[in-house]
Each structure stands twice: as structure tokens, then as C-alpha cells.
């Protein structure tokens, strides 16, 4: 049987980021992805903005210790900047449903400013807060440049393998068994595994649950009225919509959710409809804009919606980074580091470390029959 310290299954951002860490802090790392290709699932579905404002106050302030680390990288990390910052804005009908302003990372747009930074939005919609420093990222670049550190920190990266069942010791797991039968023995076992998280619980007899939500993107054809240096455009309120340049023409979301099956995740034609309908209400100018493509991805979630970053409660030598939703990408680089602290065991003089553990969800503590 082959052995390593830490196996780590999944080879999206997630896996990568913890991978990345590890292998920095000396550790001996194996990571398993199923696909031939790292990150060929919602780490290269989404739409790639960095926003941190998330109505939560820690993972909002992991998002803002991530973004430092976007804007400004260790040096040699990345091939090219990881974030340009175009700007998010906030928007919404009525100022009570935007976060305030601090004047300094973010700065409240009404009316004529509002016009200004984002003209082709509709002029019913008046209030607006803006974050200069976030924006757009370069989410190819931030897997590879996982990926590419991880490997020259000695991590193994192995594609085309996936894990199939685990092994257990007790209330230990003590390695995985791969889809031809294979196994390898690990001290510590990680689960990165996307929208996979709740079929890999039930395979390790951890209790956590896992809800993976489809939603799909849009971006129009070539535009000559967009102008690429326009920020992200969220809106917040009922009506949820966002978009921003990409390629020419505008990357555009409904910001739809549905729960499927794992194996039925094909786009379905009908949400078209839903964002045309809010194109035209948001984005008058580009109701009638062609589609040049058109995709979904899962986005995956624990039962109260935030991150599960740390040890498993029922399953010891067992840990979790999944559950990200819709921020996994920006999330990356704080929430890889957290994992890395808690299979290390020096999580605990993070106080923000606390605020993710998978102990705290419901029916979390009791052992599986
Ligand atoms: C439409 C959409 C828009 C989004 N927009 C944004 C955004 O603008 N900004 C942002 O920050 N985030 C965004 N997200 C969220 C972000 O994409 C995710 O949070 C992030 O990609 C999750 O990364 P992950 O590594 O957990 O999952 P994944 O990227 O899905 O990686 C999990 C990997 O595990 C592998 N795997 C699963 N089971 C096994 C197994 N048994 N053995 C081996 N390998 C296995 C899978 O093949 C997969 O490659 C968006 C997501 C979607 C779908």
C-alpha cells in the first residue's frame, strides 16, 4: 500500500490552496483529483469577482484577510496579477438594503455617482456602495499558481484518481481506497471534494451534510457599447443580479439556484428566460444582447450556509475545507491557510479558525451506525 502524511482528495481551489500551504510548512502532501484536468469543476465555472462583503461578519473578514493576499501576493506566486480591481458595486431600490459605507474601503454611490461608475444600469435602481479594491480575478492563474507552488514545495498532484471508499481504525480513518481498489495509507485525510462533499461524508461516516446548488452564467456576444473598465454590478435586494465585462460583450448571472443531481448537471434552457427578463430590467440597453455562451456549476453548501473549514467531529484524523458557496474562489487563500493550521495542529491561536468549525453544524457529534 502506498503511504503519505496527508492525502488530500479534490484538486480544485480548494485542495490547491491547502495543498499549497502544507507543502510550504514541510509537509509530505498527495492530492487526488478524478478528473484528468485540476479544477475542471465550479473552480473554473464561476464567475471569478472578488467581493467581500458576504452579510457575515468572520467569513467577511476572511475574505479581507484573502483579498490582501490577491492584491498583493508572495512574490514569485503568480505569473501576472492575480485581481484586477475594477470596482464592485452594491446596488439596490432602497438605500436600507445596502451595507454602510466606511468611506475608506467602500464609499456609498446614489444617483449621479452611481450613473457615473455604472451607466448602462437601469435608473430605477439608485443606491449603490462601492469597493474600489476588489473586482475581477484571474481564477486560471490562482489555480495554477496552487498548483505550480505546491508542486515545487514537493506536494504530489495526481489527476485521473479518484477515491472511491476510505479506511477505517476505529473512529480513525487511516487511508482511501481508489476506484480500481488501490489504496493509500495517510496519517491525516483531507476532503476538498466540491459539490462531491456530502457523497464523501457518507463514505468516511462523517454525519456532515453538503447541499450542492446549480446556477448558470451568461455572457452576451461582442458589445460595442461595453466598456471594459466598468466595475461588477451586484444588485442585493429581491431581484439578485449581477454583471460585469467579460470578453468583449457582459458576463451576466440571475443568480438562480436549484438543487440537482450530481450526474444531471446540463444547463437548463429555461433560465435564459430569467435572465433575459433581468437583463431587460437592469440593463435596459442589453435586453436584446445575443448570448455567446452559456454554462452552470455547482456551488455547494453547509446546512447553515457557511464555511466548513477544520477537524471532522464524528471521524478522527478526518478534515474538512468545503462547503464554500459562492465565494471559494476569493475565500482561497485564508480558508486553504485555516485548513493547513488545523491538520497541523496550531489552530488554535486563530480565533477566526473557531468560527468555521464543522463540530458546530447540526448533528455534527454523534457517530454514524
Ligand atoms: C456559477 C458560479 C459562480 C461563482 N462565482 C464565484 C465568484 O464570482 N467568486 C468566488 O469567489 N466564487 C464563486 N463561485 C464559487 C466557487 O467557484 C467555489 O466556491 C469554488 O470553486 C469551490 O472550490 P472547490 O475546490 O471546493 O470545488 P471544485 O472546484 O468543484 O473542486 C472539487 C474537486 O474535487 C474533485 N473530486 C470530487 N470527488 C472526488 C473524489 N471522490 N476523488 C477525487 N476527486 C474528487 C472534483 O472532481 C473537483 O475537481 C461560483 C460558483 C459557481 C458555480
Known amino acids: 500500500m502506498e503511504s503519505t502524511e496527508i492525502l488530500i482528495v479534490g484538486g480544485g481551489v480548494a485542495g490547491l490552496a491547502t495543498a499549497w500551504h502544507l507543502a510550504r510548512e514541510g509537509a509530505r502532501v498527495h492530492l487526488l483529483e478524478r478528473e484528468e484536468l485540476l479544477g475542471a469543476h465550479a473552480s473554473s465555472q464561476n464567475a471569478a469577482i472578488l467581493r467581500t462583503e458576504t452579510g457575515d461578519s468572520k467569513t467577511t473578514e476572511l475574505m479581507r484577510r484573502s483579498a490582501a493576499f490577491l492584491a498583493d501576493p508572495p512574490h514569485g506566486f503568480a505569473a501576472?496579477?492575480?485581481?484586477?480591481?475594477?470596482?464592485?458595486?452594491?446596488?439596490?431600490?432602497?438605500?436600507?438594503?445596502?451595507?454602510?459605507?466606511?468611506?475608506?474601503?467602500?464609499?456609498?454611490?446614489?444617483?449621479?455617482?452611481?450613473r457615473e461608475r455604472a451607466p448602462h444600469l437601469s435608473p430605477d435602481i439608485e443606491y449603490g456602495?462601492?469597493?474600489?479594491?476588489?473586482?475581477?480575478?484571474?481564477?486560471?492563474?490562482?489555480?495554477?499558481?496552487?498548483?505550480?507552488?505546491?508542486?515545487?514545495?514537493?506536494?504530489?498532484?495526481?489527476?485521473?484518481r479518484a477515491v472511491?471508499?476510505?479506511?477505517?481504525?476505529?473512529?480513525?480513518?487511516?487511508?482511501?481506497?481508489?476506484?480500481?481498489?488501490?489504496?493509500?495509507?495517510?496519517?491525516?485525510?483531507?476532503?476538498?471534494?466540491?459539490?462531491?462533499?456530502?457523497?464523501?461524508?457518507?463514505?468516511?461516516?462523517?454525519?456532515?451534510?453538503?447541499?450542492?446548488?446549480?446556477?448558470?452564467?451568461?455572457?452576451?456576444?461582442?458589445?460595442?457599447?461595453?466598456d471594459r473598465t466598468w466595475p461588477v454590478v451586484w444588485r442585493i435586494d429581491d431581484d439578485e443580479f449581477y454583471c460585469r465585462p467579460e470578453s468583449g460583450g457582459l458576463l451576466i448571472c440571475a443568480c438562480d439556484e436549484s438543487v440537482v443531481e450530481l450526474n444531471e448537471l446540463v444547463a437548463e434552457p429555461d433560465v435564459r428566460l430569467s435572465i433575459?427578463?433581468?437583463?431587460?430590467?437592469?440593463?435596459?440597453?442589453?435586453?436584446?444582447?445575443?448570448?455567446?455562451?452559456?454554462?452552470?456549476g455547482l456551488r455547494t453548501f453547509t446546512e447553515d450556509g457557511h464555511f466548513a473549514i477544520g477537524p471532522d467531529a464524528d471521524v478522527e484524523s478526518l478534515y474538512w475545507i468545503a462547503g464554500l458557496g459562492g465565494h471559494g474562489m476569493g475565500a482561497s487563500p485564508e480558508a486553504g491557510r485555516l485548513a493547513a493550521l488545523h491538520v497541523l495542529g496550531r489552530a488554535e491561536t486563530e480565533t477566526l479558525a473557531a468560527a468555521f468549525l464543522p463540530a458546530r453544524l447540526a448533528g455534527a457529534g454523534a457517530t454514524r451506525s
Open 164 to 226: 472511491q471508499s476510505f479506511v477505517r481504525e476505529g473512529r480513525r480513518v487511516v487511508g482511501a481506497i481508489d476506484a480500481h481498489g488501490h489504496g493509500i495509507r495517510a496519517e491525516r485525510i483531507v476532503l476538498a471534494p466540491g459539490g462531491w462533499a456530502g457523497n464523501l461524508a457518507r463514505a468516511a461516516g462523517s454525519r456532515l451534510e453538503f447541499t450542492p446548488r446549480r446556477r448558470h452564467l451568461l455572457v452576451t456576444a461582442n458589445d460595442s457599447g461595453v
Open 80 to 114: 501576472g496579477a492575480l485581481l484586477e480591481p475594477c470596482g464592485v458595486v452594491l446596488v439596490a431600490r432602497e438605500r436600507a438594503k445596502l451595507p454602510l459605507a466606511d468611506g475608506r474601503t467602500s464609499i456609498a454611490l446614489d444617483g449621479a455617482a452611481l
Open 276 to 296: 433575459a427578463a433581468k437583463t431587460a430590467r437592469n440593463l435596459p440597453a442589453f435586453a436584446d444582447a445575443d448570448a455567446a455562451s452559456f454554462w452552470c
Open 129 to 160: 456602495v462601492f469597493y474600489p479594491r476588489e473586482g475581477r480575478l484571474d481564477v486560471s492563474e490562482l489555480v495554477d499558481s496552487y498548483a505550480r507552488g505546491a508542486r515545487a514545495a514537493g506536494a504530489r498532484l495526481e489527476t485521473g
